[in-house]
């Protein structure tokens, strides 16, 4: 199994930055993905962003596009979410989740609420 436990999620205002951090624990060894998806108050979970490990190929959602940056530190099995320019928008509880490969089991983090006043 993997365990993950976000942080770094806060109260800011618009246009400020956050950086959210995601530490991974466990079968890490297995991980083929690792991805931030959020959820506003009455909405679904959406995507955000992802880190294909192995390929280091990071993917965003259009929302976020130019100006959230997810990034990896492989040494300490950690994943990261620089988010500049925040807008009142991005306020959501954010997720982290990671994905093995193999059976393609999927894992979800407890979450960590961002908060975006005008």
């Known amino acids: 199994q993997v365990q993950l436990v976000e942080s770094g999620g806060s109260l800011v205002q618009a246009g400020g930055s956050l950086r959210l951090s995601c530490v991974a624990s466990?079968?890490?060894?297995?991980?083929?993905?690792m991805a931030w998806f959020r959820q506003a108050p009455g909405k679904e979970r959406e995507f955000v962003a992802e880190y294909r490990w192995g390929a280091g190929i990071k993917e965003y959602a259009d929302s976020v596009k130019g100006r959230f940056t997810i990034s990896r530190d492989s040494a300490k099995n950690t994943l990261h979410l620089q988010m500049d320019s925040l807008k009142p928008e991005d306020t959501a509880v954010y997720y982290c989740?990671?994905?093995?490969?193999?059976?393609?089991?999927?894992?979800w983090g407890q979450g960590t609420q961002v908060t975006v006043s005008s």
């Open positions: 989740n990671a994905v093995e490969r193999g059976d393609w089991e999927t894992y």
């Open positions: 466990g079968r890490t060894y297995s991980i083929y993905r």
